[in-house]
């Protein structure tokens, strides 16, 4: 196989951008303003950077913006998009789609759509949903039904819901990410989401504040609470996850790692930069996480993956 699969690679659409504007999302998490995408562009950072293929997503902040039926509309409109797109480009495009949490039952209704009409690859969840983090018992049915489909998950981070008081108006990018990926994730894990659904494949981003915080997890359970129900252990719950390497620093060991470019929201020379610096820290990395993507993805998404 020639190139990377690019796991984290997000596109816009002119609807999306209006819909989040309408609800206030001018400077989205923060930042600057929107970035440009087009396929055009997309094609190029990729041949540039010998990206085989990317599969896209919709970045923070999602896609419901407080109204349910709105976002199960804006939800199918870029999961379509992101199909036609594989359509048009066999080999260079898949997709996770997007799913209108915390709305469970429209979740549910689209992720079926997905998989079963528009044939995605994964689903792409966002770190909290309207302020409910993964745990959130509601959520259950939906756990049920991607560990049925064996699925594929990004779990992708966003601006937690207090962010006007912990963000000191940086871009939530920055720091928050971190943190609130990190949150979901321990979310995830302390109530045995992980331990109960193990056919769901995660990959979460960013992960660098991940194992500290597990081995501070382990440690408090261990001195302060009761047993935990025969749940593992946090550190040992945090190895059946693939990381993707979007905004990471160099990894300790490639062997779970999976290469995401963060493209459209960072910029082209941003990706050259990351994937040089990784190609001199991690010797071998790139096939490392060839392999480790197209092992987790979809077989129908395997078969387009150039050779």
């Known amino acids: 196989m020639r190139g990377l699969i690019d796991v984290h690679s997000h ?18 998490d923060g930042m600057p303003g929107w970035p440009e995408w087009s396929v055009r562009k997309q094609l190029g950072l990729m041949d540039r950077n ?4 990317a599969l896209l997503s919709v970045s923070s902040p999602g896609v419901h913006f407080g109204d349910d039926f709105r976002a199960q509309v804006l939800a199918r409109r870029m999961n379509e998009a992101a199909a036609e797109l ?18 469970v039952d429209g979740a549910l209704v ?3 759509y997905a998989y079963d ?48 008081q912990v963000a000191l108006d940086r871009p939530r990018p920055m720091i928050e990410f971190v943190f ?25 981003s960013p992960a660098g504040a991940l194992p500290m915080i597990a081995e501070r997890l382990d440690l408090f359970q261990s001195t302060f609470t009761p047993p935990s129900g025969g749940l593992p ?28 470019s963060g493209y459209c929201f960072t910029p082209t020379d941003a990706v050259s930069r990351h994937l040089a610096g990784l190609d001199v820290a991690v010797p071998g990395w790139r096939e490392h996480a060839k392999t480790n993507a197209s092992e987790l993805i979809s077989a129908r998404a395997h078969n387009r993956v150039r050779t």
């Open 11 to 28: 596109f816009l659409r002119p609807e999306y951008v209006a819909a989040a504007e309408r609800a206030g999302h001018l400077r989205p």
């Open 86 to 103: 594989g359509r048009d480009h066999p080999g260079r495009f898949g997709s996770f789609a997007s799913l209108p949490l915390p709305d």
């Open 233 to 260: 252990s946090v550190a040992s719950q945090l190895q059946t996850l693939w990381y993707d390497s979007t905004g990471a620093s160099a990894p300790d060991s490639p062997d779970r790692l999976v290469f995401g």
């Open 117 to 164: 009409v528009l044939h995605a690859d994964g689903v792409v969840l966002m770190s909290n949903a309207g302020g409910q983090y993964p745990g959130e018992p509601s959520w259950e049915p939906l756990w049920h039904a991607l560990n049925d489909r064996s699925a594929l998950v990004l779990l992708h981070p966003t601006s937690p819901p207090q962010w006007r």
């Open 50 to 53: 010998e990206i085989a293929t």
């Open 110 to 112: 689209e992720l079926d």
């Open 180 to 204: 609130d990926s990190a949150r979901a994730v321990t979310d995830l894990a302390l109530t045995g989401v992980f331990a109960r659904y193990p056919d769901i494949r995660f990959i979460v």
